[in-house]
T-cell receptor, first 113, second 118 residues
Framework: KQEVTQIPAALSVPEGENLVLNCSFT??????LQWFRQDPGKGLTSLLL?????REQTSGRLNASLDKSSGRSTLYIAASQPGDSATYLC????????????FGSGTRLLVRP | NAGVTQTPKFRILKIGQSMTLQCTQD?????MYWYRQDPGMGLKLIYY???????DKGEVPNGYNVSRSTTEDFPLRLELAAPSQTSVYFC?????????????????FGPGTRLTVL
């Protein structure tokens, strides 16, 4: 059964720091992995989607990598800002189901001014 | 495009009451989903639909019902509310397709409904 784990559960950093959020999954048979941002009381905003054939995706200050063989993905945030404070969720789409997303429990990020 | 919209934003129910959470999307997506998110946890799939008239159970369907009479709408029904159904409910939609041999199914989420059952 596919399981997705995100460590750490919470992270507090000073503004300007570069940081890495981790996501691991137990079964490498996935179509893709998606990173989401969730602000308090709000829905999920898709940040980056990495297909299984890709190694990384970039959007602005965000870079997500995927190592399917080791079951890991990282989300790199460069030059963090207080506006980056949110919960970051990763989710995988397993190959045994065309529709399902399996979510991790998220990392709560606080960027201190 | 409004994307995926959900109503209401907040609701408090008493045990045993029923209600319907509404979800509408204007992207002409054929797949739609209902998830719940408990505090400090990831999202879990309740029900999904691959098109009008077709629905199926996800991981945690007990206590819920769905229907899909149109492409745009996918309401979620709670018949006998219980405290265990206190959660935030998210609706999502997607358009699965294949491009250059790759399978794509990016899901787009609504803002959520925060439900409390007392």
């Amino acid at each position: 059964k596919q399981e997705v784990t995100q460590i750490p559960a919470a992270l507090s950093v000073p503004e300007g720091e570069n940081l890495v959020l981790n996501c691991s999954f137990t079964d490498s048979a996935i179509y893709n992995l998606q990173w989401f941002r969730q602000d308090p009381g709000k829905g999920l905003t898709s940040l980056l989607l990495i297909q299984s054939s890709q190694r990384e995706q970039t959007s602005g200050r965000l870079n997500a990598s995927l190592d399917k063989s080791s079951g890991r993905s990282t989300l790199y945030i460069a030059a963090s800002q207080p506006g980056d404070s949110a919960t970051y969720l990763c989710a995988v789409r397993p190959m045994d189901s065309s529709y399902k997303l399996i979510f991790g429990s998220g990392t709560r990020l606080l960027v201190r001014p | 495009n409004a994307g995926v919209t959900q109503t209401p934003k907040f609701r408090i129910l008493k045990i045993g009451q029923s209600m319907t959470l509404q979800c509408t999307q204007d992207m002409n997506h054929n797949y739609m989903y209902w998830y719940r998110q408990d505090p400090g946890m990831g999202l879990k799939l309740i029900y999904y639909s691959v098109g009008a008239g077709i629905t199926d159970k996800g991981e945690v369907p007990n206590g819920y019902n769905v229907s899909r009479s149109t492409t745009e709408d996918f309401p979620l029904r709670l018949e006998l509310a219980a405290p265990s159904q206190t959660s935030v409910y998210f609706c999502a939609s997607s358009y699965p397709h294949t491009l250059a041999g790759e399978s794509y199914n990016e899901q787009f989420f609504g803002p959520g409904t925060r439900l409390t059952v007392l």
